[in-house]
């Protein structure tokens, strides 16, 4: 009986610590704070985490903010180098030949979000999220509009 007793509570302590990690706020290094309100003051951001990379193991901070009802992300790494910039956009500011490429090649999926991407080096991408074979999918153009790829998210 002692064993069963020890079995369930130790179930219920991983399972309420897994809530507990779900549910903790993202506090970003001194050095991402500095940089983002360098890039962005006087703005405040909810922070996440995430991994990027060849081999998704270098940590990034992601702050989601609004200026002038905008939607952004700004991603920086752990020791505050800035990486992208996330501008939501709407269906209207796609550029021309990528909503073209979109009507002709995906004609049932509707746009669900879309975004321009600016990098640390101003390369300028959109991202196109649709659904597609029942899965969130964004369609990456160049900043022409000329199709890139499709990446399927997680």
Same mark, same amino acid.
């Given at each position: 009986m002692k064993s069963l007793l020890l079995i369930v509570s130790l179930f219920f302590a991983v399972v309420l610590h897994a809530q507990d990690e779900n549910s903790k706020v993202v506090v970003p290094t001194l050095k991402v704070v500095k940089e983002f309100?360098?890039?962005?003051?006087?703005?405040? %951001?909810?922070? $996440?985490?995430? /991994? !990027?990379? %060849?081999?998704?193991?270098?940590l990034c901070y992601e702050g989601d903010f609004v200026v002038n009802e905008i939607n952004m992300t700004a991603v920086y790494s752990a020791i505050g180098i800035f990486k992208v910039l996330e501008i939501e956009i709407k269906p209207a500011e796609i550029p021309a030949k990528a909503s073209s490429y979109l009507a002709?090649? /995906?004609?049932?999926?509707?746009?669900?979000? !879309? %975004? $321009?991407?600016?990098?640390?080096?101003?390369n300028i991408t959109y991202e196109i999220g649709i659904t597609l074979n029942d899965k969130s999918t964004d !369609?990456?153009?160049?900043?022409?509009?000329?199709?890139l790829r499709m990446v399927q998210k997680d």
């Open positions: 309100q360098k890039d962005f003051p006087k703005v405040k %951001a909810v922070w $996440r985490t995430d /991994y !990027a990379g %060849a081999d998704s193991d270098q002709k090649n /995906y004609p049932k999926n509707k746009i669900n979000k !879309a %975004a $321009r991407m600016m990098t640390n080096t101003n !369609a990456v153009f160049n900043k022409e509009g000329d199709f």
